[in-house]
C-alpha cells in the first residue's frame, strides 16, 4: 500500500497579507519539496496566470478552484508533476505537446511556462474558453503555445493533426478508454499519453485492455505522487503508442463517450 510522505499541511496565507491569487511561498516550498526548480521569472508568471484565472473566472465558469493555496497545489504544482513521466525528454529541444479537452489550461499552460522551448497546442471544444486560453497566451507573452478550437473527435481525424504530436497529455477529461481514443490518434508512432488520473488509475488502465489492444498503445507502470490537502494519491497513466492508430478512430464526435471501446 502507497502510504502518502510525512509532511506539515499547507496552510493559506495569513488574512493580512496583501490580496494575491497565488500563494506564492506554497508554491515555491511544495515545487521545492517535488524535485521542482522555479526561477523568479517561472514564479512571476504563475503569479500572472493565477491573477487572469481569478479574473476571468468570474465572467466564464472555469474552474471552482480559486484559493490562492488551491491554486498553487491543484492547478500548478499538479500540473507540473506530469514532468516525472517526462524527465527523458530534452527541455532544449522542440517536443510537440498537445494538451487534450485544456479546459483552463491545465497541464498544459504550467508545463508550458516550465519548459519554453517545448510546443504547445491547447486543444478545447468550448469557443468562451479557447477566447481565454488565447487571451492567457497574449497577456504572458508564451510564443510557445497555440489554443485551438476543436472537438478532440475532429482533430484526431484532421490531416494536420492526426500523429503530429510527441505527447499528450490530459487531467480529468475522461475515463481512460474514452481518453485513449481522443489522445492516441494525435500522437505519433513513438511518443506518448501521459493522463492524469486519481486513486483508481490501476481500475482504469485494467478497463483499458482493449481499447489500448485497438488503438496501439502500451501502458508503463502507474507514476503515484501525493499532494498536501488530498488525502488520496494521484497517478500519471503513461502510455506508449507502438503501432499506428487505424484510420477509424477516434468515431464520430460524441461517439466514444456514449460507446468506450
Excluded at 522555479?38 to 465558469?61: C, G, I, M, P
Amino acid at each position: 500500500m502507497i502510504e502518502p510522505p510525512t509532511e506539515p499541511p499547507i496552510e493559506p496565507a495569513p488574512n493580512d497579507a496583501p490580496a494575491a491569487a497565488l500563494d506564492i511561498a506554497v508554491l515555491r516550498d511544495l515545487a521545492a519539496a517535488r524535485g521542482i526548480a522555479l526561477t523568479d521569472a517561472h514564479v512571476a508568471l504563475f503569479v500572472s496566470l493565477a491573477a487572469e484565472l481569478v479574473a476571468y473566472n468570474q465572467r466564464v465558469n472555469l474552474t471552482r478552484i480559486t484559493a490562492p493555496a488551491d491554486i498553487a497545489v491543484q492547478h500548478i504544482v499538479d500540473s507540473l508533476m506530469g514532468l516525472r513521466a517526462l524527465n527523458d525528454l530534452d527541455p532544449e529541444k522542440p517536443v510537440r505537446f498537445v494538451d487534450v479537452g485544456s479546459g483552463a489550461g491545465f497541464p498544459g499552460l504550467p508545463l508550458a511556462i516550465l519548459r519554453p522551448h517545448w510546443r504547445f497546442t491547447l486543444i478545447e471544444a468550448t469557443g468562451k474558453v479557447v477566447t481565454y486560453l488565447q487571451h492567457v497566451v497574449d497577456a504572458l507573452g508564451l510564443t510557445n503555445v497555440t489554443a485551438l478550437h476543436a472537438r478532440v473527435e475532429d482533430a484526431g481525424r484532421s490531416r494536420e493533426l492526426r500523429e503530429r504530436f510527441d505527447v499528450a497529455v490530459a487531467r480529468g477529461l475522461a475515463a481512460l478508454p474514452v481518453l485513449l481514443e481522443y489522445t492516441l490518434p494525435l500522437v505519433a508512432v513513438g511518443g506518448r499519453v501521459v493522463a492524469y488520473k486519481g486513486a483508481d488509475a490501476d481500475a482504469e488502465v485494467a478497463a483499458s485492455v482493449n481499447a489500448l489492444s485497438i488503438l496501439g498503445g502500451r501502458s508503463r507502470p502507474r507514476i503515484a505522487y501525493f499532494l498536501p490537502g488530498l488525502d488520496r494519491p494521484r497517478h500519471l497513466v503513461v502510455v506508449d503508442k507502438r503501432r499506428p492508430t487505424p484510420r477509424t478512430y477516434p468515431r464520430k464526435a460524441g461517439t466514444p463517450g456514449r460507446t468506450p471501446l
